[in-house]
């Protein structure tokens, strides 16, 4: 058990290139330290590092071409809503077009405890420098399909959100966009879109990931309280990583989604999958007992997020 307890820590040695053997199936693959974390931590450590393979994969809340069960009444298993437009390559949150909004959110609610979500996607379009906007939000919340002023969706929502920024608000940050962030809330926190979210972030990172000419990937990590966010943005088949936070509480029950948002300015926001992946980790007799639904989603900050300066 604490071999198991101290993996946790180490995991994201792990993280390495991205296994190519199923096309289309990115994945944290076991890298050259891999070996090492199997002799330091046998047993349940081979299980923590996801390798990408179908094994672990959730079909039931993945979004995986060709899209079956996507707006259907007979096989639901994703509804769209707003100017989502659904392809045979791509779901269009939104168009390169002004003051549109789109969502698209899994149907049935996760129960997993640990998991891991990998998001192929692309953000394109005609403006140049800052005359594009305004991003993609990916969602692991209690309420799903509900419009609203955050990325396409509902404010003050209860869970985590991880925000795609391209455009800066505030013109006095000193962040280079585009821009990730992370925010957890129980419902009482709102996003500040003058601040580009900066009063509720708990941590972000610069990523270059809009008008490329190639493909686009985002992971996020969700295992034992601690929460990772990793980008593949460089077509090197390699994570890189971004964000990394400890003290997260996320309930079971939850519904993953992406939206997106336009105003004055716009963007094609396309997705072109979500996987979510099963993180085989094991958990001490007490937290097995804890009934993971009622769990209030929060974080213990050694110190308070980050302020407006």
């Not at 047993?43 to 039931?60: F, Q, Y």
């Amino acid at each position: 058990m604490a071999a198991a307890a101290a993996a946790g820590w180490v995991w994201r040695w792990g993280w390495g290139r991205r296994c190519p053997g199923r096309p289309g199936l990115p994945g944290p693959g076991p890298g050259p330290t891999t070996l090492l974390l199997f002799l330091l931590f046998p047993g349940p450590v081979a299980a923590d590092i996801t390798d990408g393979n179908s094994e672990h994969l959730k079909r039931e809340h993945s979004l995986i071409k060709p899209y079956h069960g996507v707006g259907s009444s007979s096989t639901l298993l994703w509804d769209f809503q707003g100017s989502t437009m659904l392809t045979s390559q791509y779901v269009r949150l939104t168009p390169d077009e002004r003051s549109k909004e789109g969502s698209i959110w899994n149907h049935l609610p996760c129960f997993l405890k640990d998991w891991e979500m990998h998001v192929h996607f692309k953000v394109h379009g005609a403006g140049k420098k800052n005359l594009h906007g305004d991003g993609i939000a990916l969602w692991y919340t209690r309420d799903r399909l509900v419009p609203g002023p955050v990325f396409g969706s509902k404010d003050n929502f209860h869970g985590l959100a991880i925000f795609l920024d391209t455009y800066p608000n505030d013109e006095t940050t000193e962040r280079v966009f585009p821009y990730i962030s992370v925010m957890v809330n129980n419902g009482s926190l709102s996003y500040d879109h003058s601040k580009d979210g900066r009063w509720t972030e708990l941590a972000g990172c610069t990523a270059d990931f809009r008008n490329r000419d190639h493909d686009t990937f985002l992971a996020v990590r969700y295992s034992r309280g601690r929460l990772t966010v990793m980008t593949d943005l460089e077509d090197k088949n390699e994570w890189k990583n971004c964000i990394d936070i400890t003290g997260v509480r996320l309930p079971t029950g939850y519904y993953f989604g992406a939206s997106a948002g336009t105003g004055d300015l716009s963007d094609n926001h396309d997705i072109i999958s979500m996987k979510l992946f099963q993180l085989m980790v094991e958990h001490t007799p007490d937290e097995e007992n804890i009934d993971w639904t009622k769990i209030e989603p929060s974080v213990n900050l050694l110190k308070s997020p980050k302020e407006a300066s």
